[in-house]
């Protein structure tokens, strides 16, 4: 029996899976490209600039939010802070990628943690965040936990890998307008929606 959708996940009569999947399989070849070609000795200015030639040569347009490069220090800030200045990658460090372009009418949406060098502590904040990520698609693919339910099982997921989960971010429904969706998917009270 399949789930009625839920009017804050509205997506527009356009809205369809294959187009979605379709935008985000262009991102993650964009992403995989900017990470390769982000070098020691960029700054995030830089590494912005080279960050929209890509998006562009992928087809994708700049998006429904600013692109956001951290080096460093700067991949403790949240979102909306700007980053110290001057910051530059050095040969052991960590970096974050945050784009939402658009492609076609669809906003996907895509971050990605990366380390340049050996450091076995980023290594290791690299390596969680993905499994972190595993875990929590995992449990949201169960299909009974709303988004209240996803954070706190992201909290205590994070504490058995030895991190603190942010308490800030609140994140946003994926689909075809996220921008469009007012509410957090971390005050969510319904189960959200696959592929939404």
Known sequence: MSKQLDEREYAGKAFAVEGMLEARRRTWLAIDDIAAAILPGMTEIDATQLTRKILKEHGLLQGWHAICIRFGCNTMLEYGPPSKPGVVLAVNDIFTLDIGPLWNGYEPYAGATFVVGS????????????????????????????GVDLYEFAAAEANKLGW?????????????????YHGTLRSMDAIPMPNI
């Open 119 to 146: 450091d076995p502590e980023m290594l290791r904040a690299k390596e969680h965040v993905k499994v972190l990520w595993d875990r929590v698609r995992h449990e949201w693919r169960k299909g009974d936990s709303n």
């Open 164 to 180: 603190t989960f942010d308490s800030v971010m609140q994140g946003h429904r994926v689909g075809k307008f996220p921008h469009q």
